[in-house]
């Protein structure tokens, strides 16, 4: 008796830590959710120019590229008029890419060139020297390089061409290096703040006694729907990376708003899983009006006095359809709603109608975004 006791005992321990596990899987990790305070990218912005094209740059109306290679060979102490060139092989481009956090002098960055005046396309082009900076007007970064460009562009004197995906945007791997690094010093903070990326009551509350609960003390306490404050615990102020890495692995379990998305231009619904509905009664039929209009000759019989004249004969066909009436008792869920509603037959299209309407009586338990 004692054994099979024992083995009853160690079976529902378990199907206990099953359980738990199960229940520690669900929930997205704080990681994707959140993010940490000082922890983040930066946009980096800058002006260049790309040469060696073969005969797509920007043609001789776009002056500011005429004027930026001017400028260019000025400083390179080659004097030369406007007037004299020619930039057909060479193209005015915006240059972007993103700063990491934490990133150092010397570390590679990818960057986007895109085209600002009229080019046919950067296909084979180089980008010169390029200063990247950021909001307050810095240097950060230094891009250079040759592009690559996921498609072509081709096209006759006649005017006919064949072009595929964009040619007039391109990418360069590790085109720019860092020259500056943004002064933060990540090891002195005492206090963490935990930035939720969808502010919510309820998830900041789960979060922070989430964290209570895993460092075993009361660190953590919700300042507001969108910020959690997490004093950082002696034993690990001088191992700070490590805290943020036990941290961003927890799993929470987020609440969101009711909300039901509508895109009338695609036809495309998207309702969460608390969508709720009061008792509420739906009929929904399409009403078709068909007219056709046909032209026909009336001639009068030989050696009359009448005329040969044209009338209009209009055939008018009225199809309504018939629709069953649906009853939906309160509370009904997303799964009811949906299969209620596919059994009177209602397109996507019509339920955009339907929810406005449902909406309207004041029977949807959700915010209404039409996009």
């Known amino acids: 008796m004692h054994v099979k006791s024992k083995f009853f005992l160690i079976t529902a321990c378990y199907f206990l830590f099953l359980m738990v596990m199960v229940g520690a899987a669900k929930g997205a990790r704080l990681k994707d959710i959140a993010s940490f305070k000082g922890v983040r990218s930066n946009q980096l912005v800058g002006y260049g120019l790309v040469v ?58 990818d960057v986007l060139v895109s085209s600002v005046g009229d080019a046919k396309s950067l296909e084979g082009g180089t980008l010169l020297l390029t200063p990247l900076k950021g909001a307050d007007n810095k240097v950060y970064a230094m ?63 789960r979060v922070s006694n989430l964290i209570n609960r895993e460092l075993g003390l009361s660190a953590a306490y919700a300042a507001d729907p969108g910020t959690i404050k997490v004093k950082v615990p002696q034993n690990y102020s001088d191992n700070l990376v490590g805290l943020v890495a036990r941290l961003e692995q927890l799993r929470v379990q987020t609440d ?11 036809g495309t619904v998207v309702m969460g899983e ?27 019989p030989p050696f ?18 018939a629709r069953k009436l649906i009853l939906m008792p309160e509370g009904a869920t997303l799964g009811e709603v949906v299969r209620a509603l596919n059994a009177i037959g209602v397109t996507p299209r019509d339920l955009i109608v339907v929810l406005q309407a449902i909406k309207a009586a004041g029977a949807l338990q959700a915010d209404l975004v039409i996009m």
Not at 76 to 98: C, F, Q, R, W, Y
Not at 256 to 266: G, N, S, Y
Not at 274 to 300: C, D, Y
């Open 256 to 266: 969101t708003k009711a909300r039901v998305i509508l895109d009338e231009r695609t």
């Open 304 to 321: 009359s006095q009448g005329r040969t004249v044209v009338t209009n004969n209009s055939q008018v066909n009225v199809n309504e359809e």
């Open 143 to 205: 891009a250079q390089g040759p592009l690559v460009v996921g498609g072509f562009a081709s096209s006759g004197q006649a005017g006919g061409g064949v072009k595929k995906n964009h040619p007039t945007v391109g990418r360069i791997p590790d085109g720019a290096t860092v020259e500056r690094e943004i002064p933060f010093h990540f090891d002195r903070m005492k206090d963490l703040i935990v930035t939720l990326n969808s502010p919510d009551f309820t998830t900041a509350t």
């Open 274 to 300: 608390n969508v709720r509905i009061s008792s509420v009664a739906i009929a929904h039929g399409n009403l078709s009006v068909r007219i056709k209009e046909t032209k026909e000759v009336s001639q009068p």
């Open 52 to 109: 060696g094209l073969n005969g797509t740059g920007d043609g001789t109306g776009t002056e500011f590229t005429i004027q930026s290679l001017a400028n260019m060979l000025e400083r390179m102490g080659i004097h030369v008029l406007p007037d004299d060139i020619k930039v057909s092989n060479v193209a005015a481009v915006m240059v972007t890419a993103e700063l990491p956090p934490f990133a150092r002098i010397g570390s590679k960055l």
